[in-house]
Nanobody, 127 residues
């Protein structure tokens, strides 16, 4: 069964940048769409971005459009989330997951089919 591992989080000032990685620890990305989610303290988990299996379809939450860029390297079985112009409200634990039932993205929210959730990586934006 697919298992993903997130990394790349850290402490950064507002306006700073980070690049998160989502790597496969077991299985393969295959033809799965991959999504990033985040959960801020005291809030529900929300969808951030999604990328189709071939990387042609990329969706973003309105709150991160123009600041975050999702990409994937299927040869390395890794998906990335480049985050720039970070804001305090971007603080949270970031998770990635795979939708093995479709190879494209139609929404950034959790459709209930995502699997392979990792432990997440903490992103803290603070001055």
């Amino acid at each position: 069964q697919l298992q993903l591992v997130e990394s790349g989080g850290g402490l950064v000032q507002p306006g700073g940048s980070l690049r998160l990685s989502c790597a496969v620890s077991r299985g393969t990305l295959g033809y799965s769409a991959i999504a990033w989610f985040r959960q801020a303290p005291g809030k529900e988990r929300e969808g951030v971005s999604c990328i189709s299996s071939a990387g042609f379809v990329k969706l973003y939450a309105d709150s991160v459009k123009g600041r975050f860029t999702i990409s994937r390297d299927n040869g390395k079985n890794t998906v990335y989330l480049r985050m720039t112009s970070l804001k305090i409200e971007d603080t949270g634990v970031y998770y990635c997951a795979a939708d093995p039932f479709q190879n494209t993205c139609t929404q950034v929210d959790d459709n209930g089919r995502y699997v392979g959730w990792g432990q997440g990586t903490q992103v803290t934006v603070t001055s």
